[in-house]
């Protein structure tokens, strides 16, 4: 018998670590109808789409590059009004696809496309079941009303979805109502507290983000619902025991990059500072595999964060460049970020005293 393995680590061992570009992510627009106030995206910054000349080649060089997976994302994707013909041509391609989308604006024309497409899968972020909540963090009025009663509509049109509920400090009491409603609706959610800095440095949007006790709360109310909660955080613990100073940080550059509306080119959507090239002038296969930025991330190992080497939390982290290069004034990845050393720590603290209490 075979351990189940995920796709990508499949892929990995099938391409024998050498980089392969498989998911590729896609701004299509950067304007957004809604405000979200957590978000990792400047608002000035969302003011345009991506040209459909520039969509299409971008598919063909995919194509030719044999990739898997699209991501197709804004700010809200629904606002581009060559989205249905976009969906159209990735079907085309047999490419599997993802959209984030809040469906604040799916109408009839997007449900006939979407429903014709069986590679096809929707993200949505929920905030609370409370409509004055998810509307405070959307700052958009009657928010809640729209995605709700968009959801049930996929729902009756068997299209896949799942639900993202970020905890921050506006939903940290009531993020589970989404949960038990979901449930109810046969949809998984996807909960966690972390919250980036924005791509330009900023910070005012992490005044939303937990505190370290407000998360130890949340884990303490998770733990009571969900019985399996510590014990797949011990998996997890226990699987990043293998890991060595001389693995990779993370996938990006090695199976996965981001394209924004204008062209460029970066590690993932919330590293927006780090330009890698850009396909208006340089195809992606040459900055895949030619970019002297992607050979910088991909010689980075564990061993460049002897900090995090030696931490004794270090099972209990997730390492990311992202939340190190947005918060850091200088955008420097390797700046590690003491709010997520706080993280780790506490959880390998919780599941101490799990493990003392007879579990």
């Given at each position: 018998m075979h351990p189940e393995k995920s796709s990508q680590e499949f892929l990995e061992e099938y391409f024998k670590d050498k980089p392969?570009?498989?998911?590729?992510?896609?701004?299509?627009?950067?304007?957004?109808?809604?405000?979200?106030?957590?978000?990792?995206?400047?608002?000035?910054?969302?003011?345009?789409?991506?040209?459909?000349?520039?969509?299409?080649?971008?598919?063909?060089?995919?194509?030719?590059m044999r990739l898997l997976h699209l991501t197709l994302s804004g700010g809200e994707p629904m606002l581009h009004k060559s989205f249905c013909d976009f969906l159209?041509?990735?079907?085309?391609?047999?490419?599997?696809?993802?959209?984030?989308?809040?469906?604040?604006?799916?109408?009839?024309?997007?449900?006939?496309?979407?429903?014709?497409?069986?590679?096809?899968?929707?993200?949505?972020s929920l905030y609370s079941m409370d409509s004055n909540i998810h509307d405070?963090?959307?700052?958009m009025k009657g928010s809640f009303k729209k995605t709700k009663n968009a959801?049930?509509?996929?729902?009756?049109?068997?299209?896949?979805?799942q639900i993202s509920c970020p905890i921050m400090k506006q939903n940290k009491n009531c993020y589970d109502d989404v949960k038990n409603w979901a449930k109810k609706h046969k949809i998984h959610v996807g909960d966690d507290y972390v919250i980036i800095a924005r791509?330009?440095?900023?910070?005012?949007?992490?005044?939303?983000?937990l505190s370290i006790n407000e998360?130890?709360?949340?884990?303490?109310?998770?733990?009571?619902?969900?019985?399996s909660y510590m014990?797949?955080?011990?998996?997890?613990?226990?699987?990043?025991?293998?890991?060595?100073?001389?693995?990779?940080?993370?996938?990006?550059?090695?199976?996965?990059?981001?394209?924004?509306?204008n062209g460029n080119v970066y590690p993932c959507a919330g590293w927006q500072d780090y330009n890698i090239g850009n396909v208006k002038e340089t195809s992606l296969e040459d900055i895949w595999n030619n970019s002297e930025r992607i050979q910088y991330l991909r010689g980075l190992r564990r061993k460049d964060f002897p900090k995090c080497i030696q931490c004794p939390d270090k099972d209990f982290c997730t390492m990311c460049m992202v939340r190190n290069a947005n918060e850091d004034p200088l955008g420097d990845p390797l700046a590690v970020n003491e709010y997520f050393c706080d993280i780790?720590?506490?959880?390998?603290?919780?599941?101490?005293?799990?493990?003392?209490?007879?579990?």
């Amino acid at each position: 018998m075979h351990p189940e393995k995920s796709s990508q680590e499949f892929l990995e061992e099938y391409f024998k670590d050498k980089p392969q570009l498989t998911n590729l992510h896609i701004e299509i627009t950067s304007k957004c109808n809604e405000r979200c106030v957590h978000c990792y995206i400047p608002h000035e910054n969302k003011v345009s789409d991506i040209e459909a000349d520039l969509f299409y080649d971008v598919l063909e060089q995919c194509k030719n590059m044999r990739l898997l997976h699209l991501t197709l994302s804004g700010g809200e994707p629904m606002l581009h009004k060559s989205f249905c013909d976009f969906l159209r041509k990735c079907k085309e391609y047999d490419f599997s696809v993802n959209v984030l989308s809040n469906l604040t604006l799916l109408n009839d024309e997007i449900i006939k496309e979407m429903r014709t497409n069986p590679l096809l899968g929707v993200q949505v972020s929920l905030y609370s079941m409370d409509s004055n909540i998810h509307d405070e963090i959307t700052q958009m009025k009657g928010s809640f009303k729209k995605t709700k009663n968009a959801i049930l509509k996929l729902i009756e049109n068997d299209i896949p979805l799942q639900i993202s509920c970020p905890i921050m400090k506006q939903n940290k009491n009531c993020y589970d109502d989404v949960k038990n409603w979901a449930k109810k609706h046969k949809i998984h959610v996807g909960d966690d507290y972390v919250i980036i800095a924005r791509y330009n440095h900023t910070t005012q949007n992490l005044s939303n983000r937990l505190s370290i006790n407000e998360i130890r709360e949340v884990i303490n109310d998770i733990v009571v619902i969900d019985t399996s909660y510590m014990e797949q955080m011990e998996r997890e613990a226990e699987k990043k025991k293998n890991i060595t100073s001389n693995d990779f940080v993370c996938s990006v550059c090695h199976s996965s990059i981001f394209i924004a509306d204008n062209g460029n080119v970066y590690p993932c959507a919330g590293w927006q500072d780090y330009n890698i090239g850009n396909v208006k002038e340089t195809s992606l296969e040459d900055i895949w595999n030619n970019s002297e930025r992607i050979q910088y991330l991909r010689g980075l190992r564990r061993k460049d964060f002897p900090k995090c080497i030696q931490c004794p939390d270090k099972d209990f982290c997730t390492m990311c460049m992202v939340r190190n290069a947005n918060e850091d004034p200088l955008g420097d990845p390797l700046a590690v970020n003491e709010y997520f050393c706080d993280i780790a720590k506490l959880n390998r603290k919780m599941m101490l005293e799990w493990k003392e209490m007879g579990n």
